[in-house]
């Protein structure tokens, strides 16, 4: 697998990750649910969405390189 279709893979994941953080975030607030735990969720939508931009952007791709080689 070379780096673009490692990155491709990475974003496909993160990207998932963020529409299920954004569909939780919504169902708790729809729940009244704490907001220190809606807070939390934010954050970790927040932190997904920026490894999503770096990855796609290629600054990862460092990370993404097949250590045996």
């Known amino acids: 697998m070379d780096i673009e ?3 491709n893979l990475v974003e496909g994941f993160l990207q998932r990750c963020v529409e299920y953080a954004n569909g939780s975030i919504e169902r708790k607030r729809q729940r009244g649910e ?7 969720w934010v954050a970790y939508r ?3 969405e920026h490894a999503f931009r770096e990855v796609s952007s290629g600054d990862l791709d460092s990370w993404l390189e097949d250590a045996a080689a």
């Open 5 to 7: 279709e490692r990155r």
């Open 46 to 48: 927040d932190f997904t």
């Open 34 to 40: 704490d907001e220190a735990e809606i807070a939390r």
